[in-house]
Nanobody, 119 residues
Framework: QVQLVESGGGLVQAGGSLRLSCAAS????????MYWYRQLPGKQRELVAH???????NYADSVKGRFTISRDNAKNTLYLQMNNLKPEDTAVYYC?????????????WGQGTQVTVSS
C-alpha cells in the first residue's frame, strides 16, 4: 500500500488560491491512479479530481476551470492547484491512491488537510 501525507491547506479569502500537495511513499507511485476528494461538514466525501497513470484528468463540475490536478512521478507527489476559491470549497481535502486495475477497496488514503475559504 501507499502511504500518503497531504499538506498545503489553510485559511484563504474568497478568490484566493492554494496548492495542496500529497507526498507518497511505500509503493511505486507511478503505478497508481491518484485522486483528490473532499468532505464538506455534515456531508459525504466527494470526488474532486482524478489523474490517471498516463496523466489524463477528470474534474467535478463544481471545480472545472478553477482547480488543476497534476502529478510528479519523479518526486512521488500529487498536487491540486486551487484558484478562485469560493466559500463552498471549504472542506477537508484527502488524496487517495489506487493501483491500476484494482477496485476502490484497495485504495490508500491520507489523513486530510483542512481548507477554509472566508467570504
Amino acid at each position: 500500500q501507499v502511504q500518503l501525507v497531504e499538506s498545503g491547506g489553510g485559511l484563504v479569502q474568497a478568490g484566493g488560491s492554494l496548492r495542496l500537495s500529497c507526498a507518497a511513499s511505500g509503493s511505486t507511485f507511478s503505478f497508481n491512479a491518484m485522486y483528490w476528494y473532499r468532505q464538506l461538514p455534515g456531508k459525504q466525501r466527494e470526488l474532486v479530481a482524478h489523474i490517471s497513470t498516463g496523466g489524463s484528468t477528470n474534474y467535478a463540475d463544481s471545480v472545472k476551470g478553477r482547480f488543476t490536478i497534476s502529478r510528479d512521478n519523479a518526486k512521488n507527489t500529487l498536487y491540486l492547484q486551487m484558484n478562485n476559491l469560493k466559500p463552498e470549497d471549504t472542506a477537508v481535502y484527502y488524496c487517495s491512491a489506487r493501483p491500476v486495475g484494482l477496485g476502490p477497496t484497495f485504495a490508500s488514503w491520507g489523513q486530510g488537510t483542512q481548507v477554509t475559504v472566508s467570504s
